[in-house]
């Protein structure tokens, strides 16, 4: 019960975001220090402890391990900590945990989690793949968008509906894209028929109901909850944090479509919150594809098996709605910088709940959900957050 | 002051390590989910909450990557949290010290860190590279045998000693891994003039001056202290854990020689396990590179600078000398598979401190100490265990 101890309660006090851009012209870790000592001036704080760096890709595409150390040295953190965490797509996410731990165990008092990407270095989609099993998924041809197409062939089967049922996902984000500063489509019009005439990658997938590649940075500081209005006057705590992890391969799974692990983690975030689904006012969901926020809806139980994407149709997920996803655009239309996906998340829940989302602020927002996935939903992390 | 609040005590209640070999046959996911196999039922519990994974390079090597939730699910264990952590070639440690946060933390009450590492799967060597700056050291050549070579130069220019001056550390190493079943070189026997005659590698590095390529996996289960008897006769307390990282490149540094990390870290796991250098029975340091060893040496304060060579040389590492270091083999003999390289040392420090390291045992030996190195010491991470 960690959000009842005071001694562990701990408190988002400092965010730093980059835009998202289709090419990001500086290097790695400057991208990376800059949100750092964004975070940083945030709280007002000129050092920190720790830091906790999340990459998926940088391995392949800039030939570059060790990222936490060289985002602390690039930021002029000779001395602090730093280590760098993974969890395949839900990089970011395992990043925010890893601080989180860091000043719950007491280990930490101001604790840095970074998250950064740039897939425009090279050959993304094979280094991508990497995230399913090598010898008996992606040998065999295997990708994260040929699984997520499989899911959504399933569900279409299944339930009986239409690739179009789930154009509202991909219609909600490029709405909410358009009034935030920091999302890669914050010019485009995206309507009805864009989605229906988009081409189709990987039947039925089609390019609408995929987020896009593009490159991006964001941070967030955390400290102990007892001592975080010396840093801000709008603190946000992370009511509970869990992950929890499926069969690696969806086709070991008694049923792919049921995310084992995004019910397991959300039921368990929800505990340590002690909160339950209904409080929930914005839940920023990882929708990757449209059929994956559509499957989390589900398994955390905002819509019966089969009626997540009815959600969407009937506007239930729009920024009035009774659940607003993707308010700031989603990974859909802000952008997935793999490793800086979910750290962007936090920050524009923090935004929310502290009431500075401008024209995307969802009305009294109380407590965000954060759900982050990776690989083809083998590892799911949820976070919770409240004022 | 973790080490002194009960409900934050973390203690190792389990071990797992298979032998290191060349070239295992067994797959990198098998490797690490015996490892954990074999941890738990040293503790007897057939499940755990949560898995932290230790690789760096299956990137390249076994096109894979989501190591944690696929080590995970090949030992059986859905539902269970899983992540990824890195240091570069101080990934084990990562490993060890989030399973630390996990259980200090108070997020778990049984938590594995395992390492795995499978250098036989492809080219090592560009890989191991990445743990350098892509841009301005591993493009213009730069590799982690070059650096430490330079480190090497530096050493004997401006103390004045001659190449054969670090042939105790793989002396020493070499002759602790003969009784150790789990090294790699078990079976070697090696002399001075084994030394003296082994090829240069990158001058003045020779051969028997670097730790051998090859594969391995070991883990460690973690819980509470104060629940630790309920699973082991012979809990083994993490005293304190500490990282901090130096600037990237050891051009920026001022003193090359001088590393800043591993003084620093050390200094801070010191006073977290509030106890002194001179407490320190065993020291499994991190001998990749025997200059490595003899800087590390210097750092944390047994020996001065210039001298570090000189403890070897006067038979002070030996199993029966004040400071014995690579107690197993070392990184040099037992061998080094990065990621799991720190948890094969924490495995060896648990069996000294609990009486139980046979022909390898330090007498009386009450007081552990783990480094490890990321990069050129860019990273280091220091770990303190008592009984």
Redesign the interface.
């Known amino acids: 019960m960690?959000a009842g101890?005071p001694l562990?309660g701990v408190s988002i006090v400092g965010i730093g975001q980059i835009p998202v851009e289709k090419v990001c012209s500086r290097?790695l870790?400057s991208m990376g220090a800059d949100v750092v000592k964004l975070a940083m001036e945030d709280a007002s704080v000129d050092r920190i402890d720790?830091l906790f760096a999340g990459n998926?890709l940088a391995?392949?595409l800039?030939?570059?391990?060790?990222i936490?150390?060289?985002i602390?040295?690039?930021a002029g953190?000779?001395?602090?900590?730093?280590?760098?965490?993974?969890?395949?797509t839900a990089t970011g996410a395992?990043a925010l945990?890893?601080a989180?731990?860091?000043v719950?165990?007491?280990?930490s008092r101001l604790a840095v989690a970074v998250g950064v990407e740039k897939m425009s270095g090279g050959l993304h989609t094979?280094?991508l793949a990497?995230?399913?099993?090598?010898?008996t998924e992606?040998?065999l041809g295997a990708t994260l968008l040929s699984q997520n197409a499989r899911l959504m062939q399933m569900y279409m089967d299944r339930y009986g509906v239409d690739v179009n049922a789930f154009n509202a996902f991909s219609l909600n984000a490029h709405r909410n894209a358009r009034t935030n500063p920091n999302a890669l489509f914050k010019d485009k019009r995206v309507f009805d028929s864009t989605i229906r005439s988009s081409p189709v990658i990987t039947p039925p997938l089609r390019l609408h109901d995929a987020s896009p590649v593009c490159d991006g940075a964001a941070a967030v500081l955390l400290t102990r909850s007892n001592e975080a209005r010396a840093y801000s006057d709008h603190p946000v705590r992370i009511l509970g944090?869990?992950?929890?992890?499926?069969?690696?391969?969806i086709d070991?799974r008694p049923d792919p479509l049921t995310l084992?692990?995004a019910a397991?983690s959300a039921h368990d975030a929800f505990r340590k919150a002690n909160v339950n689904r209904n409080d929930i006012d914005l839940f920023e969901v990882h929708d990757a594809f449209s059929i994956m926020a559509c499957l989390l809806l589900e398994a955390v139980g905002f819509a019966s098996p089969g009626e997540g994407w009815r959600l969407a149709a009937d506007k239930k997920i729009g920024l009035r709605g009774p659940i607003p996803i993707a308010t700031f655009g989603g990974l859909k239309a802000r952008g997935h910088p793999i490793g800086a996906t979910a750290l962007y998340q936090t920050c524009e829940i923090v935004l929310q709940l502290t009431g500075r989302a401008g024209r995307n602020q969802v009305k009294n927002a109380q407590v965000g959900m954060l759900q982050s996935v990776?690989?083809a939903a083998?590892?799911v992390l949820t976070h919770i957050f409240g004022v």
């Not at 719950?104 to 280990?107: D, F, K, Q, T, V």
């Not at 990497?130 to 010898?135: C, E, N, P, R, V």
């Not at 944090?241 to 391969?249: E, L, Y």
Request: glycine content about 8%; cysteine-free.
């Open positions: 960690v101890d562990r290097p870790k720790a998926m391995d392949e800039q030939n570059q391990k060790h936490g150390t060289l602390a040295s690039a953190l000779r001395g602090i900590e730093a280590l760098q965490v993974r969890a395949a395992a945990r890893m989180y731990f860091a719950a165990s007491g280990e094979p280094a990497k995230a399913l099993d090598a010898k992606t040998a944090s869990s992950v929890a992890t499926d069969w690696f391969r070991d084992y692990a397991h990776g690989g083998s590892t």
